[in-house]
């Protein structure tokens, strides 16, 4: 695997860690709204990356990025429609984008309510093509996308197991998900790595363990899909509170 820049920065509290977060998009956007008058991001779901969101919303942060040239899109995406409390639209909505003025036609949502979770992917991969202009076999390139993990390693809806981690042609796949006995959609590596600034936000002590695996531990990525995260020559940042840091190494 080539290796990747990157670099861990940890802090006393998620809030804290948020703040920082926060300032990180902010100046990532900034960048490239800069450099290429727009700022393609993918968002993370879950719930770590809400209170990011709710940051990004308010003073004073929200008056410090261009929303008019922000395109959002979502890194995963349960296979729920819009208005489903699992939603992870739905959260970012709430939590950020009906609070900012940010253009309706830049908000890319998952077509999550198709019946078909294949065609969920197929729609998604397709609509994110179009609004890069970038063809196949072309692979679109995003200015920043924000990731989160879970206590089994995954990230995105990237689950240990899944084929969705060896996925090397698609950008976007449908990847069921045992334990949930759902599909979830989700970037794939090959999206993810393209990007050119990709950023980790992991919050609380129950995720110490895995993340000093993933971090530190030998590389086995079917295990801890999180490791298959090497964007090159993009550039991979941790954000951690220090209770998920708790097992580091380099804390010792
Ligand atoms: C999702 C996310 C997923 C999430 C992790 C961590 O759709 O759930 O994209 O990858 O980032 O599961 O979730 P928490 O932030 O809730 O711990």
Redesign the pocket.
């Known amino acids: 695997m080539p290796a990747c820049q990157r670099d861990i920065n940890i802090y006393p509290t998620s809030q804290s860690l948020m703040e920082a977060a926060a300032t990180h998009v902010v100046h990532h956007a900034g960048q490239a709204i800069q450099e290429r008058n727009v700022c393609s991001i993918a968002l993370?779901?879950?719930?770590?990356?809400k209170r990011l969101y709710e940051l990004l919303a308010t003073s004073p942060f929200h008056t410090q990025v261009e929303w008019t040239k922000i395109q959002v899109f979502w890194?995963?995406?349960?296979h729920v429609p819009p208005e489903h409390a699992d939603s992870?639209y739905r959260m970012a909505d709430e939590a950020l984008l009906r609070q900012v003025p940010i253009p309706p036609n830049h908000i890319h949502r998952v077509p999550g309510e198709l019946p078909d979770a294949q065609t969920v992917a197929d729609r998604y991969e397709a609509a994110l093509r179009t609004q890069f202009h970038v063809p196949e076999p072309d692979i679109p390139r995003f200015d920043l996308i924000l990731?989160?993990?879970?206590?089994d390693g995954?990230?995105?809806?990237l689950f240990p197991g899944t084929p969705a981690v060896d996925e090397s042609r698609r950008l976007v796949v449908a990847s069921w998900v045992e334990q949930f006995q759902a599909y979830?959609i989700t970037f794939t590596p090959v999206l993810l790595n393209r990007a050119r600034q990709v950023t980790f936000?992991i919050?609380?002590g129950e995720?110490a363990e895995t993340l000093a695996a993933v971090l530190e531990g030998p590389l086995q990525p079917h295990a801890l899909p999180a490791q298959i995260i090497r964007p090159n020559p993009g550039h991979l940042t941790w954000f951690l509170d220090r209770e998920a840091a708790g097992n580091l190494r380099l804390l010792q």
Request: no cysteine.
């Open positions: 993370a779901g879950g719930s770590t990356p890194g995963d995406e349960r992870n990731l989160g993990m879970g206590l995954h990230t995105a809806s979830r936000l919050s609380g995720k």
